[in-house]
């Protein structure tokens, strides 16, 4: 026996205490996830990305595949990583243990001992239940998940890296509509309740994405205030519950699922939750400000829903920075969730969890400060425009040009310079991609008006490290479902990436 007589011995102390720092960490939330997607024309160099991800204070990201470069440059960054794994690619690894264990070992086990990433999560598929896929990915997630969950056991991490599946929080539903008739949707019931039997029995977490804006957006007579953190005045009664804010209620609806089939403590990750800032009238700053304002002062007062007061999720902010090259098909703002711009430029003030305040990316390299304008001389009722404009929108982010938006009110020489700028941007500005005949110009004096911002991107090719871009056409599974009940295509994101043969041609045949 140790010294101390009848007190235990110092080894058993300290395990006590580690034990004691471990729990107190699972419970603790005071750090903070974010997904880092790249679906962009100009995606910001990986390492400037993990960069701004330390310095803002975030100690988790959610990739939503292996990317290479974002691994290589997460490794001993101190950032704990999900890494996820595309629905396309669900099939053949439900269908091959062999398939999962390559996987396992080429983005994970290697990541891991080779570059030092902190692998703490496999996401397996993105809402793969996603009532708008209709059935296509039910039939492969759950036996994926099992494949990928033996793989990590026989690649020794099993207890290190943790399976999951982040679904849309239209898999639950409340027959009454209050969280207390929360149970899962009927034609994935079953399947649901196999899928969380399996994570409780491996001691995985259930990960659920949020969206109190597409409540929002989705229905005209939603109460605008019920969307936020502050109260409204007329709160949904449930029980002995009071529900101020659509984020505890769906949570517990989840919650009230969960209990109605027998799961009491499964651990519960928010996997995507966010407000975007332009492309609808209900998405600019203030909103999304005062949304994640409320969230990050919720999580650093530590308060829970009503139904799990104290035992916080885990929370991953959608998302990192801005994405120019995401379809449209959910709404001209599904390219404007980020909490920075998307070349890491802050969008608006933040107070942090750790109570400093939201830091720009650093060292980014920008093209020249020079812009494609309409020019002075030529007239609106040139026939030419419409057809030019049109085609300009077709390669380049036109979403901020709607009525509501940031670049909402320009008058139409505003636009067209708008699209023109655009296009000439995301193609480089390179040489003759100003190219509208004589009714565009390259100008050096900053076109921008009020809040509409005239970018200069980021130039990529002088940056070594860029993430991704390189998959442009096809960003296969890179597709990042979203809305609650709004379908992503699993078609695939329009790629942003202006090729010189095609332009110059469109250019020439119409006589430019
Ligand atoms: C690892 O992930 C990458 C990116 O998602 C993918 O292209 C590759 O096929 C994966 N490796 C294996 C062995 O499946
Ligand atoms: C500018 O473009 C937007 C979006 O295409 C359009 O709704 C608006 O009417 C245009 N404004 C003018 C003055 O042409
Ligand atoms: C622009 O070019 C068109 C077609 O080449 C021509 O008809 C027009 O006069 C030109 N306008 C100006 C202002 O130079």
Redesign the pocket.
Request: glycine share 34%; net charge positive.
């Given at each position: 026996m140790g010294t101390g007589g009848d007190s235990p011995p110092p080894l058993q102390l300290l395990l006590l205490f580690i034990l004691t720092i471990l729990r107190w960490n699972w419970r603790g939330a005071a750090g903070l996830g974010c997904n880092w997607g790249a679906i962009s024309s100009h995606p910001l160099p990986a390492d400037i990305a993990v960069g701004l991800l330390k310095d803002n204070g975030f100690d988790k990201v959610k990739l939503f595949e292996a990317d290479s470069r974002a691994l290589k440059a997460l490794g001993r960054s101190g950032i704990q990583v999900m890494v996820g794994i595309p629905n396309e690619v669900l099939a053949p690894l439900a269908a091959s243990v062999r398939a999962a264990e390559q996987w396992v070992a080429q983005n994970v086990s290697n990541y891991i001992s080779r570059n030092g990433v902190d692998i703490r999560y496999v996401a397996v598929g993105n809402e793969p239940f996603l009532k708008s896929y209709s059935s296509m990915f039910q039939a492969t997630t759950f036996p994926a998940l099992q494949n990928i969950q033996a793989a990590l056991i026989k690649a020794g991490l099993g207890r290190q890296v943790k399976v999951t599946v982040p679904l849309n929080a239209d898999v639950y539903q409340s027959s009454n509509g209050l969280p207390s008739g929360g149970d899962f949707r009927t034609d994935i019931r079953s399947l649901m309740l196999s899928v969380i039997a399996f994570l409780r029995d491996n001691a995985c977490p259930i990960t659920i994405n949020i969206y109190p804006f597409l409540s929002l957006h989705a229905d005209p007579n939603f109460p605008i205030d019920y969307a936020f953190f502050s109260g409204p005045a007329n709160p949904l009664v449930d029980g002995p519950i009071a529900y101020t804010n659509v984020f505890d209620a769906n949570y517990d609806t989840l919650i009230w699922a969960l209990e109605r089939n027998g799961f009491t403590d499964l651990p519960v990750i928010v996997g995507e939750i966010g407000w975007p800032t332009d492309g609808d009238p209900n998405a600019n700053a203030n909103n999304a400000r005062r949304f994640i304002q409320g969230l990050l002062d919720r999580i650093s007062r530590r308060v829970g829903t009503p139904k799990r007061p104290a035992l916080l999720p885990d929370i991953y902010l959608f998302a990192l920075v801005d994405e120019d090259a995401k379809s449209v098909q959910p709404g001209n703002f599904e390219r404007h969730w980020g909490v920075f711009y998307f070349d890491g430029a802050v969008k608006y003030p933040l107070v942090l969890t750790g109570g400093g305040s939201l830091v720009p990316a650093k060292g980014v390299r920008y093209l020249e400060p020079e812009w494609c304008v309409m020019s002075p001389a030529a007239s609106l009722t040139d026939p030419r425009l419409g057809g030019s404009?049109e085609y300009a929108?077709q390669y380049a982010d036109?979403t901020s040009?709607?009525?509501g938006s940031t670049c909402?009110d320009?008058?139409?020489r505003?636009?067209i310079s708008y699209a023109f700028n655009q296009f000439y941007q995301t193609a480089d500005q390179q040489k003759g991609a100003c190219g509208f005949g004589n009714l565009s110009v390259v100008t050096r004096a900053d076109p921008t008006e009020g809040v509409c911002r005239f970018e200069i991107m980021i130039d990529i090719r002088h940056h070594d490290e860029s993430f991704s871009s390189s998959n442009g056409g096809t960003a296969a599974g890179g597709v990042q479902g979203m809305a609650a009940g709004i379908a992503t295509t699993a078609a695939v994101a329009t790629t942003a990436m202006v090729s010189l043969a095609t332009w110059s041609s469109w250019f020439m045949a119409r006589g430019f």
């Open positions: 404009v929108c036109c040009l709607g009525r909402g320009l008058g139409a505003g636009n």
